[in-house]
């Protein structure tokens, strides 16, 4: 679709109390690296922690910023507001992380597209059914 893809990583830290803040630092570091207003338009493609640091990135860079979310967690609505930025929010009903119904109740306040999924959890898939696998994944791709 003619997009770069680059990719941001949260670095190799433990899980200790302060792992939030050393993975939304450095992937801010990685971000000032990179000469991200060359871009017409940039989007966020995040999944699970990941939905928390890009929607703190875009709080810190100057740039307008569109959210695809998949699977986001309960720190990361604050980020999930009436803005034209979130291209939709993506997750299972049965996600451990967050419960739908919050979910639903939120992006129904806010005014965001939420497509969740029937009978999955976290990773977006149904154990030991392939073929139900595969149509998440059709699900997932045509939203975009």
Known sequence: MGYDLLLVSYGDFDNSEDYIENAKNYALM???KMNI???EDIVFVSKSMGTLIAGWLETKINE???HVYLTPLQETLPYITKTENIKIVIAGTDDKYLNASILKAHCEQEGIHLLQIEGVGHRLEAKKDVGFNIDILKQIVEQY
Do not use: A, G, R
């Open 37 to 39: 207003s060359q871009y």
């Open 30 to 32: 990685q971000m000032e």
């Open 64 to 66: 307008k910023v569109m």
